[in-house]
């Protein structure tokens, strides 16, 4: 039953799994025993089940019971009894629950099948075969683990069946010494076929039973916010933990959920009462391994004569390991929990995260940094509650404690070439335990602010030839759309082609003619594409106009799954985004001749509201005109009574006005153009006077006074600049202040 195996992953989301170091076993059939008389149900028979329940017509499937008896001796050792009835009234339902598949850990306990029934439509019983069940291993992942899988597969499952089973499960070594702890769900989680998720039907009676020597301290979290009732009796120098809820909702599982547990009806029990207690085990463990060879010291030596402050030792040992230890999981028969000797992963040139943990924290203390493992639950888990003590983490990393010369470091090496300190989205407010003997309480890995976690597009059309177009550009990224876009690069097999078809999205209608990642495998600089789009039949020749246009969602489609959120109708679950971020660019529309003018026909609109803000600014420059977007998308927790708002405000930003840039023909703006270059050099009276002249001439006379006002700021004593001020001023209906403009030039001696 114990569901927090250690098991520690690459975190980068989309990075494929590391190849195995060898093939895995074939499955095993499993000890299956069939119904018999000395085997106790501790449910009803399903004859009475059946006959009680009274199915939900519009249910795919209903959970009638579920039932589970644990009993723990002096010795801190259990052993489970566990029993579930479902009825069956769909299609999917039947491709879901044909297939049973209950994990435990082989290295801690056993597992046995003891029934499993299935009731036809009929009425008629017909019982597993016993070429049915086997023990697996995990399919999903690649890399040796003491997790496995009790996998059993139900004969004539139809839609009206009813099935049943039960199971149990006897501890056979302690995680912990002399302790016990575990987790139950008062729900039962059945897998969908084809791995396409979980589901949790409603269930309609529900029971958990601890069964405890009378003087065993037992701590547990409270379910009574979730209609869970808790009774405690004493017999027989035993104490009796009961859990009952009756009527428990169906469990919709929604993406963007929140990801602590407040919602679901988890039970967590054991006899720690305080995280003191886990970190000194852990300690224990890994302490006796942080131990080095002549090969090791060596090393640390000559990385003490090329690192001097303490910033450059901490990177040194994350750049030795990431060069000379790769990633590979691999300690079945160990727990999971205890690592191997610091010096024999260097020696082997591979580990796991405890693996590499105690490496990194051996190489660190010898260079005089002061460094603990630190265990953790990443994201991946969600966030338990942790009033709870247990070991549920599912990760190790290392965490470097502000001191002289460094701040506050959590440095994870098992990411195959990840951004220095390999400190990925997956540990981002996450639960952690340092592990040390002072340690006694679980602290929050801090996150990135919003502006860490970047995606910035840098576009610049620079080629104009016969009616094409062509742009460079460069994606930039930073934090969670780094790592992603880093692991996608380092393991695609088609990279050039995944990149070219993603990054074509931005602008549908162009090619992307060339594209490289840059920095991939750097530790200590970011990775970015850079690459070139063509524009095809866009523009009719030189003297004719270009239109450009741009619109954010370009980009919010690419990084954001905004655009297929759920209608409010369909929202059941509060919606999260944790964490925040920010997505922007800086775009050069250029002039296709010295002879073209920039006219801004449409332009992007500015949000700010409790979701996000989207800012546009666009301004001319040397001819060019030059936008800049950035949309910052805020953390935040939205309940399902406030998503309608949220909803709305996002269709108002997908429906918000585009950026629309058209460059038309103009024969004297290369005159213009050459002025306006001659004026901000000079800063002259008379070149500012020159184009003053000529923006009247072109009509442009809001740009003529502009150009009068910075003549008479460069001279305030030209006379003439008075005079073409008042001529402007007189352009733009500013009547009064011309006559005064024309007075103040005859004063200095122009004649009118």
Request: proline residues 5%.
């Amino acid at each position: 039953m114990k569901t927090f195996i250690a098991a520690c992953f690459s975190l980068i989301g989309l990075l494929v799994a590391l190849p195995l170091w060898a093939e895995p076993p074939p499955p095993v059939p499993a000890v299956t025993q069939p119904a018999a008389k000395n085997i106790e149900r501790i449910a009803p028979p399903l004859a009475t089940l059946v006959k009680q329940f009274k199915p939900d017509p519009n249910a795919e499937a209903e959970i009638i019971s579920r039932k589970t008896h644990i009993f723990i001796d002096e010795n801190h050792f259990s052993h489970s009894v566990s029993y579930v009835a479902v009825h069956i009234n769909s299609d999917e339902a039947v491709r879901d629950y044909g297939q049973i598949s209950i994990s435990f850990n082989s290295f801690y306990e056993d597992i046995k099948l003891e029934f499993a029934n299935v009731r036809t439509p009929e009425g008629e019983m017909d019982s597993i075969k016993p070429d049915a069940t086997q023990i697996q291993n995990p399919s999903d992942e690649n890399f040796y683990q003491d997790r496995k899988d009790l996998l059993f597969s139900l004969p004539n499952v139809r839609k009206g069946s009813v099935i049943e089973f039960q199971y149990r499960y006897t501890d056979t070594k302690k995680i912990v010494p002399n302790q016990w702890f575990d987790s139950f769900s008062m729900n039962w989680w059945e897998g969908r076929a084809a791995g396409q998720g979980m589901r949790s039907d409603a269930i309609l009676s529900t029971e958990f039973t601890i069964t405890a020597p009378k003087s065993m301290a037992l701590f547990h979290n409270d379910l009574s916010k979730v209609w869970i009732n808790l009774t405690r009796q004493e017999k027989n120098n035993q104490q009796i933990f009961t859990w009952k809820g009756k009527n428990l909702p169906k469990v919709v599982l929604q993406d963007s959920m929140p990801r602590d547990e407040q919602r679901f009806t988890q039970l967590r029990a054991s006899t720690m009462g305080s995280w003191q207690e886990i970190a000194r085990w852990a300690n224990q463990l890994s302490t006796p391994h942080a131990i080095t060879d002549a090969n090791l010291d060596k090393l640390i030596n000559e990385l003490s004569k090329k690192a001097l402050t303490p910033d450059e030792k901490v990177k040194a040992v994350y750049q030795t390991i990431q060069q000379k230890v790769r990633y590979v999981f691999a300690h079945v028969g160990r727990g999971g929990y205890e690592p191997h000797n610091a010096y024999e992963v260097l020696t082997n040139g591979y580990g796991d995260c405890k693996d590499q943990t105690i490496l990194a924290v051996t190489m660190l203390r010898k260079l005089g940094i002061k460094a603990d493992p630190a265990l953790v639950i990443t994201r991946s888990r969600g966030i338990p509650e942790m009033n709870i003590t247990s070991v549920s983490f599912d990760h190790m990393i290392v965490h470097i404690p502000a001191q002289a010369g460094l701040g506050e470091i959590w440095m994870d090496t098992s990411g195959d070439k990840g951004l220095f300190p390999g400190f990925s989205i997956g540990l981002e407010g996450q639960p952690a335990l340092v592990v040390n003997d002072a340690s006694a309480a679980i602290v929050t890995i801090p996150g990135l602010t919003n502006d860490k976690h970047f995606a910035h597009l840098d576009l610049t059309f620079d080629k104009f030839e016969n009616k094409n177009t062509e742009s460079h550009f460069t994606l930039k990224l930073g934090g969670e759309f780094e790592q992603r876009l880093r692991g996608m690069w380092q393991y695609s097999r088609e990279r050039d082609k995944s990149f070219r078809e993603m990054l074509g999205h931005v602008y549908s209608s162009a090619e992307v003619t060339s594209i490289s990642g840059n920095n991939a495998d750097n530790l200590w600089q970011g990775f970015n594409v850079t690459g070139r789009y063509k524009f095809t039949n866009v523009w009719n020749g030189p003297q004719e106009p270009l239109t450009y246009g741009f619109n954010i969602t370009q980009l919010i489609n690419l990084f954001t799954d905004f655009r297929g959120i759920d209608k409010p109708k369909d929202r059941i679950q509060a919606y999260e985004i944790d964490p925040g971020y920010t997505i922007s660019t800086h775009i050069t529309f250029a002039r296709p001749t010295p002879n073209h003018v920039a006219v801004v026909t449409s332009q992007g609109q500015n949000f700010n509201n409790e979701f996000f803000s989207l800012t546009q600014k666009g301004r001319e420059e040397n001819g060019n005109y030059v936008v800049d977007i950035t949309l910052s998308v805020k953390p935040t927790h939205i309940s399902p009574q406030a998503y309608a708002r949220f909803y709305e405000q996002i269709h108002l930003l997908f429906d918000a006005s585009e950026w629309a840039v058209v460059f038309r023909y103009d024969k004297h703006a290369a005159d213009l153009a050459a002025l306006q270059t001659t004026a901000a050099k000079t800063n002259k009276a008379e070149s500012f006077i020159a184009l003053a002249k000529l923006h009247i001439k072109n009509g442009n006379y809001g740009k003529a006074l502009e150009a009068a006002n910075q003549a008479i700021k460069s001279e305030p004593n030209n006379a003439e600049a008075y005079y073409v001020l008042g001529l402007t001023q007189g352009y733009n209906n500013l009547l009064y202040e011309s006559d005064k403009s024309f007075a103040k030039a005859e004063e200095l001696g122009f004649k009118i």
